[in-house]
């Protein structure tokens, strides 16, 4: 059994929509313990009200509030953890009355499901919280998620597309079979649906600014990937004869050599070899080192060679790589969000705070996009007074 504890994804501001919807929830299930005891028909009516119920015993109402409800100190015990690992950073790009929003929707979506398609009521955030799930694994599919083993009791990082596709599996397979008939498991799939489906299409329509590591640009980068297969197929059929040099140009082997490194390096990129890309660029790198302004490969291959290196945490070397990229597609469509991104992997991954603190400067004073000038304009000051108070 895995429990997870936190992600390295860390928050711009704080989560106050995620803490206050965990105090809540807390608090009317301590409430509850406290009525089962003092008056069990009081408690008895509250839950009978508040629960979501399908058939003849529908309201409305219930859609919201069975997210308040737990079965036990355990259930949720387990719905707090996941809502506190992932709720900060989806609340972070949904911002703090659209997390709320959305937190409300995910519940109706989820509690509505399950009325629509179960015989009994059902009590517990697990759906809306799904809903959080889905909606991070759009936006940090690579992001490492702390968890506690207990079967080994030793922490471990799995990457967040793991341990959430994990969970969508047991799901799909425990109301396939039967297994667990206590757990409302069409509620959390139609949680992890309803987040999942809705942040892709926020992330289509540019409702919030995208990430070089969210799964839309991961699809979107895939389709470019096929079409530099093919173009690199079709390529192959075509056969090119190179004329001879004339007797007064020699030869420069150094720069058939940097050519042919730098199509080796594309070729892998192109198959969608990306671990023997990392590999071919670092011996690219270090052999040319001497040709800064060669190092530097196509638009669309230099992206994917330094995504794949962040998603595989090489961040030294996704930063020197995306580093590469500005320098040479400085107004790029993306490079805002690529300068943004170098600049928390230098802060947080790298400490190299000057280098953090030149790139949000920047951003701060020259980027178009409101909602990434802002988040500069924060981050800036967040590390301007950290520096004050040390």
């Not at 008895?44 to 036990?72: E, K, M, N, Q, Y």
């Not at 590591?213 to 690199?232: C, I, N, S």
Request: proline share 4%; hydrophobic share 50%.
């Amino acid at each position: 059994m895995l429990i997870p504890l936190g992600t390295e994804q860390p928050p711009r501001r704080s989560p106050v929509v995620t803490t206050t919807i965990l105090v809540l929830t807390v608090s009317m299930h301590l409430l509850m313990q406290i009525l089962s005891v003092a008056s069990p028909e009081t408690a008895s009516t509250i839950l009978s009200t508040l629960h979501v119920a399908p058939g003849a015993d529908f309201r409305w109402w219930g859609l919201f509030t069975c997210t308040l409800l737990h079965a036990g100190w355990i259930h949720l015990a387990g719905n707090m953890f996941f809502l506190w690992t992932f709720g900060p950073g989806t609340e972070d790009r949904y911002g703090r009355i659209g997390f709320l929003v959305f937190y409300l929707a995910g519940a109706a979506a989820s509690s509505g499901a399950h009325a629509l398609f179960e015989s009994v009521p059902a009590i517990g955030a697990s759906g809306a919280i799904a809903a959080v799930t889905g909606a991070f694994l759009v936006l940090y599919p690579f992001a490492r998620v702390r968890c506690l083993w207990l079967f080994g009791l030793i922490i471990i990082t799995p990457p967040a597309w793991w341990l959430i596709g994990l969970g969508v599996l047991w799901n799909l397979f425990a109301h396939g079979f039967g297994a667990d008939r206590g757990v409302a498991h069409i509620a959390h799939l139609a949680g992890y649906a309803f987040g999942a489906t809705l942040t892709m299409v926020l992330l289509w329509c540019h409702a919030f600014p995208r990430q070089p590591y969210d799964l839309f640009t991961f699809f979107r980068q895939a389709h470019r990937r096929r079409q530099l297969r093919a173009l690199a197929s079709e390529a192959e059929k075509i056969k090119v004869t190179r004329p001879e040099r004339a007797a007064t140009h020699p030869v420069d082997d150094e720069i058939d050599a940097l050519a042919e490194a730098r199509a080796r390096v594309s070729t892998f990129i192109a198959e969608r070899r990306l671990a023997e890309a990392a590999d071919a660029y670092a011996e690219f790198a270090a052999s040319f080192a001497h040709r800064p302004e060669s190092l530097t490969l196509s638009r669309n291959a230099q992206y994917e060679l330094a995504t794949y290196l962040f998603t595989e945490a090489r961040y030294a070397e996704a930063a020197q790589a995306f580093a590469r990229f500005l320098d040479l597609y400085s107004t790029d469509r993306e490079a805002d969000q690529i300068r943004m991104l170098l600049a928390r992997t230098y802060l947080n991954r790298l400490d190299r705070p000057d280098d953090a603190r030149r790139l949000l400067a920047y951003l701060a004073e020259h980027c178009e996009d409101d909602d990434l000038r802002q988040s500069a304009a924060e981050e800036l000051e967040r590390i301007s007074g950290s520096v004050s108070k040390e």
